[in-house]
């Protein structure tokens, strides 16, 4: 059974940064798809960031472009997602996604393509 576990969060002061990790167990993310996605309250889920692992082609949106920045370990076992200059407009509870497919790109962004799915964890922006 695949399970994604991330750890990370937390309450930051605006500007400062924070680094989510997303763990799988039951497989490896090799030859698969993975994503960060957010959810603030009140609001969809959206697409944050994500990688096409066995490439290594990385893709985010663009409101975290140039901020956030996603690496791989090279066991396979271990997504980050580095987070520098936050806002409060980042604010939401962040989740790790992984599809066993390598998506194409028009797809890679809509949740509905990922069928792993961590519990999520909270990321607050506040003075």
């Known amino acids: 059974q695949v399970q994604l576990v991330e750890s990370g969060g937390g309450l930051v002061q605006p500007g400062g940064s924070l680094r989510l990790s997303c763990t799988v167990s039951?497989?490896?993310?090799?030859?698969?798809?993975v994503a960060w996605f957010r959810q603030a309250p009140g609001k969809e889920r959206e697409f944050v960031a994500g990688?096409?692992?066995?490439?290594?082609?990385?893709y985010y949106a663009d409101s975290v472009k140039g901020r956030f920045t996603f690496s791989r370990d090279a066991a396979g076992s271990t997504a980050a997602l580095e987070m520098s200059g936050l806002k409060p407009e980042d604010t939401a509870v962040y989740y790790c996604?992984?599809?066993?497919?390598?998506?194409?790109?028009?797809?890679?962004?809509?949740?509905?393509?990922?069928?792993?799915w961590g519990q999520g964890t909270q990321v607050t922006v506040s003075s």
């Open positions: 996604a992984a599809t066993a497919r390598t998506l194409i790109l028009s797809t890679l962004r809509s949740a509905t393509e990922y069928e792993y």
């Open positions: 990688i096409k692992w066995s490439a290594n082609m990385k």
């Open positions: 039951g497989r490896t993310f090799s030859r698969s798809t």
